[in-house]
């Protein structure tokens, strides 16, 4: 049964008086160090020296620091910098961290998997915003927010839960509702979400589904359009309203494909995969391969990365999307490198 805390318990958070400190300023860093000092809370950047988004936060009207010197004597140290830059990062503000600081992550990787081990003296909590950080700041700056997940893994002070969830508050989430959790459940749900289905699972559908049409004689641009293009109104539909939603505006034909056809795609064998996969990730075989991965420089990362975009469905959809005038400046996004 799904535990929301009510409206009293986000009311009676609390971070008064505290200095927050946010440590990255990517989409999640930039847009919660925004929605918290928007809410009245002391905020302040710190950004890995020579970064990308130093002119950003200052742009947004943020003085940025070294990460060592924003986290020296804060009371909460929010970790938003990618998982593996965490562990090496924690390593540098340790020891400018005073007695009773929060630590605050937005994903529960490096506690749950014991690559950082904070101090005993350390409250560690998560606040887990369930949205893109363009999202988060977009609804709240309308009035509304995302909903979020919130845990205690270390409570040295008593206060750690009260500071989590006056920041969830501080993000808005306390209108769209923030859902108890611990850091087990939310690091080996969003690991299996990513791998299994929204990311791993996704593409490599589309990619089989553009494989089977061009290999059978159709053309590319035609198998872009039905396998990868046209995807994005069935999840829209899946977002608005779910399953239900889906098969109320899709065609009777669509329907009657879906219910008689997508077992024999995404079938028994399929969901024993992802049980794997699930275990992989629940007994930290998945952590120590990505962790081992990323400590050797990632060749075999970059490698896969690469491959998969150079498929020539990426190549066939960089030219039709030129077609798209909707798309703007959202058509090609900078690639990540280990």
Known sequence: MAEWFSQDELANGSLDGKRIAVLGYGSQGRAQALNLRDSGLDVGVGIRAGGPSSARAVDDGFSPQSMEDAADGADLVAMLMPDMAQPKSYEAIKGGLKSGATLLFSHGFNIHYKTIAPDPSFNVAMVAPKSPGRLVRMEYEIGRGVPCLVAVHQDATGE???????????????????????????????????????????????IKGFETL?????????????????????????????????????????????????????????????????????????????????????????????AKEQHQIEEVGKELRKRMSWLGQHQEQPKATA
């Open 160 to 206: 750690a839960l009260r500071q989590a969830l006056a920041y969830a508050t501080g993000l808005g989430g306390h209108h769209a509702g923030v859902l108890k959790t611990t850091f087990e459940e939310e690091t080996e749900t969003d690991l299996f979400g990513e791998q299994a289905v929204l990311c791993g699972g996704a593409s490599e559908l589309v």
């Open 214 to 306: 061009v290999e059978a004689g159709y053309q590319p641009e035609a198998a872009y359009f039905e396998c990868l293009h046209e995807l994005k109104l069935i999840v829209d539909l899946f977002y608005e309203g779910g399953i239900t939603r889906m098969l109320e505006f899709v065609s009777d034909t669509a329907k009657y494909g879906d219910l008689t056809r997508g077992k024999r795609v995404v079938n028994d064998e399929t969901k024993a995969e992802m049980r794997k996969i699930l275990d992989e990730i629940r007994d930290g075989r998945f952590a120590k391969e990505w962790t081992d991965e990323w400590n050797a420089g990632g060749t075999r990362y970059d490698e896969l990365r690469r």
